[in-house]
């Protein structure tokens, strides 16, 4: 079956199961707490295979065996079998659960589609809606956060901004709790992003609060933040410091970030993200206007021109994916970069063209994250996790490749994977010329 003949239905069906895999192998209370949930940092299957490493964390790279690799793999499991309390001293990654959030925002919706009854729930009528659990969820990172939400990097707050913004639509379309909630949230992350957008570097927003560094990963969400909630002017602001200061016209592309060296003149950080791409996308269209609109439109083709692999071997015949960017913070990026290409993939604004491209982009890499699952092993944990999946970290490589069985899973690469099905669900669901419900 190929990514344009499967049926709206089975997108739905394959988005619901990633759904259920990830809340099941990493979905948790905070402390046996009642009202709590947090994604576990990874899931390991009993049977380790003992070369396992940490998770690389923010900056590390993606590639190579850490040392003490296989003492990590022996302690994290005895670890995580002592009990579920230990997992506070694994590493905290804000940012990773709020992208849990906006996944979980991305299944309510389709519940919302499907009526918002207990029979429309992605895990079944006696289990919590997707609303609630995200918004468990927030409750969660706020307590493990040190009861706040304020973070070092500005970029994590972001994300979580715009997450809550998203879970805050929901919640008045569904008429639930937790709304006051969620604007307090934002009301206390503005002023943070705020701080962080100044003059320095000639604008832009800084990425964490040692303001030595402002680059893509944190301007970007912060305009589309600004965006959605009326604060256009300093969005186009932010947006016009990119294109003058990371856009390289060569690519087509968002470079990483830019310094200020001892001499007062600025250092680019040339590296090329896909995630980078995403939020740029969503804030251009957004916003709007034919300047905006033109750039996003060449946006979509410099994806499409420059951050694709081949997928031959998930994929059958000479499909394309989207590349995946490894382990750690890594595994987050092309899920990100599909949530904004299912926004440009049903505008109306753009070319049937580009609407097309986008469109294959995100439905092939998730038919490939989807043909490349693999089962959790019955030997690997318990029989509520029959029939549960754990997906690849990257799309054009199946999972019993770079997952084996008694490997450590790492939480990013797995909502990478859902966030791309739901992305296929959202493009597959919308009108032609109409909005698909991720942009909600």
């Known amino acids: 079956m190929t990514s344009s003949s499967t049926s709206l239905t089975a997108w739905q069906d394959r988005a619901d199961h990633a759904a259920q895999s990830v809340t099941a192998l990493f979905g948790r209370k905070l402390l046996f707490l009642p009202g709590t949930h947090l994604g576990a940092v990874l899931w390991q299957g009993r049977h380790a295979a003992g070369q396992n490493q940490p998770p690389a964390g923010r900056g590390q790279a993606a590639q190579g065996q850490e040392p003490g690799g296989q003492r990590w793999g022996r302690w994290l499991t005895a670890l995580r079998r002592a009990r579920p309390a230990a997992g506070l001293v ?16 991305d299944t309510g919706r389709r519940e919302l589609g499907g009526g918002a009854t207990p029979a429309a729930r992605f895990n079944g009528p006696d289990r919590p809606s997707a609303g609630r659990l995200a918004s468990r969820l927030v409750t969660g990172i706020r307590l493990r956060n040190a ?33 006051r909630r969620n604007a307090a949230v934002r009301a206390s ?18 990425w964490s609060k040692k303001r030595d560094f402002k680059n893509t990963p944190a301007t970007a969400p912060v305009a589309l933040f600004y965006a959605r909630t009326g604060e256009r002017g300093k969005a186009q602001a932010l947006l016009d410091w990119l294109n ?19 001499a007062g003149g600025v250092v680019l950080e040339r590296a090329v993200y896909t995630y980078n791409q995403g939020p740029v996308l969503g804030a251009l269209l957004e916003l709007g206007g034919d300047a905006n609109i033109a750039r996003a439109v060449a946006l979509v083709e410099a994806v499409n021109r ?19 960017e490894g382990p750690g913070d ?10 904004y290409l299912a926004l440009a993939a049903t505008d109306p604004r753009l070319p049937q063209a580009t609407r097309g491209t986008a469109a294959r982009l995100v439905t092939d890499t998730a038919e490939a994250f989807w043909s490349g699952r693999r089962s959790v092993e019955p030997k690997e944990g318990q029989s509520k996790l029959a029939g549960k999946s754990v ?12 997952y084996p069985p008694g490997a450590a899973v790492e939480l990013s690469t797995q909502l990478q994977a859902w966030m791309t099905l739901e992305a296929a669900a959202a493009v597959t669901a919308a009108p032609t010329g109409g909005t698909p419900p991720a942009a909600a």
């Open 391 to 402: 997906f690849s970290l990257h799309a054009a490589q199946p999972a019993a490749s770079t």
């Open 244 to 262: 003058a200061t990371l856009f390289d016209p060569d690519q087509g592309l968002y470079l990483d970030g830019a310094r200020l060296n001892a």
């Open 189 to 206: 992350l503005a002023l943070q992003f705020d701080a962080a957008c100044t003059d320095d570097l000639g604008g832009g927003t800084f």
């Open 330 to 339: 890594g595994g987050l990026f092309t899920g990100i970069l599909c949530r």
């Open 90 to 105: 694994l590493p905290w990654h804000y940012w990773w659960q709020a992208h849990y959030v906006d996944c979980l925002v």
């Open 306 to 324: 420059k951050l694709t692999v081949a997928g031959n071997s998930v994929l059958r015949g000479d499909g394309t994916v989207l590349r995946c």
């Open 147 to 179: 009861l706040t939400f304020v973070n070092s990097y500005y970029d994590d707050m972001a994300w979580l901004a715009l997450a809550t913004l998203r879970l805050d639509r929901l919640a008045e379309e569904t008429r639930r709790p937790g709304r």
